[in-house]
């Protein structure tokens, strides 16, 4: 159905931009204009190395078994999700 598939790609798209764009907003207007470079250069740093990792890590899962790299992708998705909707729920009582 590589039609779906193309349309979550996209709806994905949509929803990894607006929580950039929410993230980077909030950054900004949160840390003093004189730090802001150095906060803005290790967030990068952190999340590019931590994306190189899991690439890292995703590969050799993918060497074993390629449905075992989605059940593990999946996996990890559903955690961060959940992580999330605690983590929001926890700041809105807090």
């Known amino acids: 159905m590589p039609f779906l598939s193309l349309l979550l790609s996209f709806t994905i798209g949509i929803a990894l931009q607006i929580s950039a764009t929410c993230s980077y907003t909030l950054t900004q207007t949160a840390v003093p204009l004189e730090k802001l470079p150095k906060v803005l250069s290790a967030t990068l740093s ?49």
Do not use: M
């Not at 995703?58 to 992708?73: I, R």
């Open 46 to 94: 952190v999340s590019y190395v931590t994306f190189g990792l899991s690439v890292l890590l995703l590969g050799a899962v993918a060497s074993l078994s390629v449905t075992a790299a989605f059940l593990t992708a999946g996996g990890l998705i559903v955690i961060s999700g959940c992580v999330g909707f605690f983590l929001r729920n926890y700041a809105l009582t807090n």
